[in-house]
């Protein structure tokens, strides 16, 4: 009952910006919008977050669109050590996963 | 403070055993979240507590799975009469107010055989 759609799969190359989206439609006003990273074999580490603004962190940059029904994560340039599976999150007290995207990253 | 922990960190156990997993949060973290996951899966929500209160759970968490956090700090999951099927990560995150970032912890790979 995830209330994201992300693509399953995603590529890039290294050094080169990568735009992960998200659609979320059924968006509350109360809902943030989270994303998540989890490489292999570890625990998800959160990524960003946001509510209405576009945001920007030292990890990536948050584009939420003006009806807050999609999002993009933009990594400026990717590395290897990217490669992971991104999860977009609308978060309203609990904390629900979708399927996520996994981004391989090529040298 | 290094972060969530959970223990332990490995647990085989044979069907029909009972397994308990514990999860320290960050010190003064007040949300605490438990979920499960399974190769090739995004986490499976399956509660969350606001300090001593569990204020959610989905349906997984009746019958053979009971979670607690007593006085608010860390918090324990148990499975009673395990089965194969229970066999996967279980993920432990917490974070200082609602809405913010949460921290994950490295989990706790539960095998039934």
């Known amino acids: 009952d995830a209330k994201t759609t992300q693509p399953n799969s995603m590529e890039s190359n290294e050094e080169e910006p990568v735009h992960l989206p998200c659609n979320h439609s059924?968006?509350?006003?109360?809902?943030?919008i989270h994303w998540y990273r989890q490489l292999p074999s570890q625990g998800p580490e959160y990524v960003i977050h946001?509510?209405?603004s576009n945001v920007n962190n030292r990890m990536a940059s948050l584009a939420i669109a003006e009806d807050r029904k999609s999002s993009t994560l933009i990594l400026h340039r990717a590395t290897l050590r990217d490669a992971a599976v991104y999860y977009c999150?609308?978060?309203?007290?609990?904390?629900?996963f979708g399927a996520g995207t996994r981004l391989t990253v090529k040298p | 403070d290094t972060g969530v922990s959970q223990n332990p960190r490995h647990k085989i156990t044979k069907r029909g055993q009972n397994v308990t997993f514990r999860c320290d949060p960050i010190?003064?973290?007040?949300?605490l979240y438990w979920y499960r996951q399974t190769l090739g899966q995004g986490p499976e929500f399956l509660t969350y507590?606001?300090?001593?209160?569990?204020?959610?759970k989905s349906r997984l968490l009746s019958d053979r799975f009971s979670a607690e956090r007593p006085k608010g700090s860390f918090s324990t999951l148990e499975i009673q009469r395990t089965e194969q099927g229970d066999s996967a990560m279980y993920l432990c995150?917490?974070?200082?107010?609602?809405?913010?970032?949460?921290?994950f912890g490295q989990g706790t790979r539960l095998t039934v055989v």
């Open positions: 995150a917490s974070s200082s107010r609602p809405y913010e970032e949460a921290f």
């Open positions: 010190s003064e973290h007040n949300r």
């Open positions: 946001g509510l209405t």
């Open positions: 507590f606001q300090n001593e209160a569990q204020l959610e």
């Open positions: 999150i609308l978060l309203d007290n609990d904390m629900r």
């Open positions: 059924t968006i509350s006003g109360t809902d943030y």
